[in-house]
């Protein structure tokens, strides 16, 4: 306020110290002309009196007048600028402390619903406070959720043992091997050149290429379930290769869709995804189904184990293992050779991310 106070002084001086300079510039020309032209002077004739004062001086004061009008508008009009700059401040501010409070009601209202969801066994009862003769009540209400969940549980039973029934009789052909999806994703380098160097004396083996830009959840389950059905009718998934990008305890399965140790946990469309992947693991292999990472190594952290860890709950009750070896070390050379014919496997790595000599015509 100082400072706009001061300039304002600033610029009203200036303005005055104009004007005076032009009055005595006018005054200095009047004085030249009562010299120079005697009878515009005043005298003791009849002759009417005619001032001395030029019509070009009238134009200045006029002229003064007006410059310091346009002053004060000015000063005038930024008063009533800053009004508003910080009115629309003002308003802003309280705008987004709203905003605030209600994102914050918005998220404790989420957590108290998660809340109620994850204690639904405590559903049954009513919060107020219980009278001596309700003890039988809330006796009877756990009782019955303890048959509900028995009941589920036989029903899941039920399904699951169907299910494997299922299974069996349809893999129980002469001849059959059980199947080795691999998952690509395009966000490999090369990724097209792929499916070329697999192993050319195992059939079993299917390739699956998909767009890591534009492809859902969705449209990967569907074509895994496509393929089985085209390999044969009612079989399930032993081994798993997903070949993608990644890094020390994250994933980058699709676009915008990293899977971390905490997003596993959270975000609907994943879980949905890896539990209806579970879905498709086989339920008569005695061994634990593998799914091996490749792309990236998952484990250079600890959070990488959290999310194997993570998955291995979600696809409960289905037994699946995860393993994300070093390719240089034993575990990974093995891992190579059940999917990848090695020596095309190496010549494809060297060609990864060269542009000199196109991989096609080594091939």
């Known amino acids: 306020m100082g400072a706009a ?32 032209h ?7 004739d009849d002759t009417p009196i005619r001032t001395w004062f030029p019509k070009e001086n009238l134009f200045s004061f006029q002229t003064a007048t007006t410059t310091m009008q346009a002053v004060f508008r000015g000063c005038a009009e930024r008063k009533r600028r800053k009004r508003e700059n910080d009115s629309a401040s003002v308003i802003q501010r309280n705008f987004r402390k709203h905003l605030r409070m209600v994102g914050s009601r918005r998220v404790k209202a989420q957590t108290f619903a998660e809340r109620r969801e994850r204690s639904f066994s405590r559903s049954w009862s009513d919060p107020t406070p219980m ?18 969940c028995t009941l589920g549980e036989g029903f899941e039973d039920l399904d699951w043992e169907t299910e494997k029934g299922l299974e069996a009789v349809a893999c129980d052909t002469v001849g059959f091997v059980p199947p080795k999806v691999m998952l690509i994703s395009s966000k490999v380098p090369k990724a097209e050149f792929i499916p070329t160097i697999i192993r050319r004396d195992d059939p079993s083996i299917i390739p699956i290429l998909y767009d890591h830009e534009h492809a859902t959840f969705e449209d990967i389950l569907e074509e895994i379930e496509k393929k089985l059905n085209i390999y044969h009718k009612g079989a ?12 020390p305890g994250h994933l980058y399965l699709l676009k915008n869709k990293v899977a971390t140790f905490a997003k596993v946990e959270k975000e609907e469309d994943m879980i949905h995804f890896w539990k209806r992947l579970s879905r498709l693991m086989s339920k008569v292999n005695p061994e634990p189904n593998v799914i091996h990472i490749m792309g990236c190594y998952i484990l250079g952290n600890p959070n990488g184990e959290k999310l194997f860890q993570n998955l291995r709950t979600l696809m409960t009750p289905y037994k699946v ?23 095309l496997y190496r010549l494809w790595k060297s060609r990864q991310h060269s542009k000199l000599l196109d991989f096609e015509d080594v091939l």
């Not at 009278?131 to 509900?148: E, I």
Request: hydrophobic share 35%; proline share 2%; net charge positive.
């Open 5 to 36: 106070a001061s300039r304002r002084r600033a610029l009203r001086s200036e303005a005055m110290s104009s004007v005076a300079a032009k009055v005595r510039a006018a005054r200095a020309f009047g004085e030249y002309l009562s010299q120079s």
């Open 38 to 44: 005697p009878e515009n002077r005043n005298g003791a």
């Open 321 to 343: 293992t995860f393993e994300s070896p070093l390719e240089l070390s034993a575990q990974g050379k093995q891992m190579i050779e059940t999917y990848f014919d090695f020596r």
């Open 236 to 247: 399930k998934i032993w081994k798993m290769l997903i070949f993608c990008q990644g890094g």
């Open 131 to 148: 009278k001596a003769d309700t003890s039988h009540d809330s006796r009877d209400s756990s009782d019955l959720q303890s048959s509900h």
